[in-house]
């Protein structure tokens, strides 16, 4: 006779790479919160073995490299795993042109963009738009590879240069340079709802964090809550960070990140976003129930 797989109560999985602050601030958040999460360090382990995980599980992928994260989202989702985010959102919100598309379809602000194929129709792209743009890498993150051009010498340097660089720089996505008065916004949403907003300052046009932009919390105007909403409708996903420009003609949204770094955010504003992702995700594989598994 077989014998019966042994029952185990579901679990949240914390896959990563390394412990960054947002890995350390989730586990002391699950300590709190008294939830049952299992860390693994994804970079000594090798799929299926290493990873003890169960349809009706759920995982939290926080490898630092997205390309990982993809990886094994599509794999615990293949075993009935409720990956945060699904590997769908992951693929949209890892390509800035997906991205752009995807919000374009939805009728979002966001800048002026244009997408060329040949470093030529990227020149002319440019030139139609008009001065300054930025030329990014479609995956690309911390601000890395973000090309700030102001005249056709410039564009024609960027365009051959990336052209040279392989296929993954080989498609141009292109913005207009906008003005935003030495600051973009950065919302984290959780299920859909937008739960912190801080602003980001620097002397340099890249504000991301990581190049050295200074967090300050702010607080977040209904009508940004109304924009917010509609960017998660349109992108889906449990837990994104939402950049976005203050134009004089309103909010623009820049960049849509599925797999945040947000221990800036919760310095920034002191929102618990461990505690607000851990529980969640908790709510998705055990809705009503508390973390002992009784009825709340
Ligand atoms: N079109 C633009 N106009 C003005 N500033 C920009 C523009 N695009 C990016 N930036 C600046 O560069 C930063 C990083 O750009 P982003 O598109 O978010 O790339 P990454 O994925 O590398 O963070 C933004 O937070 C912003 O400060
Ligand atoms: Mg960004």
Redesign the pocket.
Known sequence: MKSATPFRAPRILVPYSRLRPEEKMLQAAAERLGIPVDFRDASSLAWPDGFDAKAGDAAICRCVGQTHNLALARLLESRGVRTINPSSVMTLCGD?IATAACLDAAGIPQ?KYSVAATPESAVDAAESMGYPV?F?PAC?????L?AKVTDRNGAEAVAFHKAAMGPSHSVFFI????E?GGS?LRAILVGGEPVSLMRRKSDH????TARGGKPEPCEMPGKLILLLRSVAAAIGGDFLAV?L?ETEEGWTV??VNGQPEFHGSVEATGVDLPGKVLQHAWDLIQPGLDSAGKPR
């Open positions: 800035k800048p930025v990014k690309g993150s911390w601000g890395r973000l913005q207009e340079y906008v935003k973009d046009w890249i504000t991301n950049d420009f820049n960049e």
